[in-house]
């Protein structure tokens, strides 16, 4: 019986440590995507950031990430990511082995799903003070002729296709936040708007031709 219980034991102990190397290290890194994320129907070449804070009290240090991001709606279709994020910048900037390599930020697209990678050239990684944000890739999608006004839901895909981690090849944990792409028709002038300009143009052209009398 004590044989059985120590090789129970065993067994159990290799499983946690297993766990504890398959599962991300820390959770206080934020995974989240540019707000707000607005597009109009019929168009193409729209995009967003995909962005990474620091949210804990110290350093972290990211060496390679990858991340999917998925939609349900069809109008909705992912083309290409690259590393010219707008909104913060990009983590690997000077040092990325797909731009430095001829590769661009290595993505695989496929209508609502795209996926994206890159990794520090020099393998020393970025380190993100307490607080910061970089981006981690400038997605490209476009919009469908007739696509259904409002919000598409955007998600990440679950590790490890979306996965972060350090110079040593660790596992980073991290937050994955859900975002949206609001769909919205070309804005147009409310009824009173245009009542108030029509006003205020009329009293200027009054005003101009009581001058020229």
Same mark, same amino acid.
């Given at each position: 019986?004590?044989?059985?219980?120590?090789?129970?034991?065993?067994?159990?102990?290799?499983?946690?440590?297993?766990?504890?190397?398959?599962?991300?290290?820390?959770?206080?890194?934020?995974?989240?995507?540019?707000?707000?994320?607005?597009?109009?129907?019929?168009?193409?070449?729209?995009?967003?950031?995909?962005?990474?804070?620091?949210?804990?009290?110290?350093?972290?240090?990211?060496?390679?990430?990858?991340?999917?991001?998925?939609?349900?709606?069809?109008?909705?279709?992912?083309?290409? *990511?690259?590393?010219?994020?707008?909104?913060?910048?990009?983590?690997?900037?000077?040092?990325?082995?797909?731009?430095?390599?001829?590769?661009?930020? *290595?993505?695989?697209?496929?209508?609502?799903?795209?996926?994206?990678?890159?990794?520090?050239?020099?393998?020393?990684?970025?380190?993100?003070?307490?607080?910061?944000?970089?981006?981690?890739?400038?997605?490209?999608?476009?919009? *469908?002729?007739?696509?259904?006004?409002?919000?598409?839901?955007?998600?990440?895909?679950?590790?490890?296709?979306?996965?972060?981690?350090?110079?040593?090849? *660790?596992?980073?944990?991290?937050?994955?936040?859900?975002?949206?792409?609001?769909?919205?028709?070309?804005?147009?002038?409310?009824?009173?708007?245009?009542?108030?300009?029509?006003?205020?143009?009329?009293?200027?052209?009054?005003?101009?031709?009581?001058?020229?009398?």
């Amino acid at each position: 019986m004590s044989h059985i219980s120590h090789a129970r034991t065993t067994v159990l102990a290799t499983l946690t440590v297993l766990t504890m190397l398959s599962l991300p290290a820390r959770a206080d890194i934020l995974l989240s995507l540019e707000t707000p994320i607005t597009a109009q129907p019929n168009t193409t070449g729209d995009a967003f950031d995909v962005l990474l804070t620091n949210t804990g009290p110290s350093v972290a240090n990211i060496a390679s990430f990858s991340f999917g991001i998925t939609t349900s709606d069809t109008d909705i279709t992912f083309t290409d *990511a690259n590393t010219l994020t707008v909104a913060n910048s990009y983590i690997f900037a000077g040092d990325s082995f797909d731009v430095i390599n001829g590769f661009g930020l *290595a993505t695989a697209s496929g209508a609502q799903t795209l996926e994206a990678s890159d990794a520090s050239n020099s393998g020393l990684g970025a380190n993100l003070a307490s607080g910061a944000t970089v981006g981690i890739g400038h997605v490209l999608f476009d919009v *469908a002729a007739g696509a259904k006004l409002g919000p598409a839901p955007l998600t990440f895909e679950v590790f490890p296709t979306t996965s972060l981690s350090d110079s040593n090849g *660790a596992n980073v944990g991290f937050t994955a936040t859900p975002g949206t792409i609001n769909v919205a028709s070309t804005a147009v002038p409310e009824p009173s708007t245009i009542g108030l300009l029509f006003c205020a143009l009329t009293a200027c052209a009054f005003v101009a031709r009581r001058r020229q009398t």
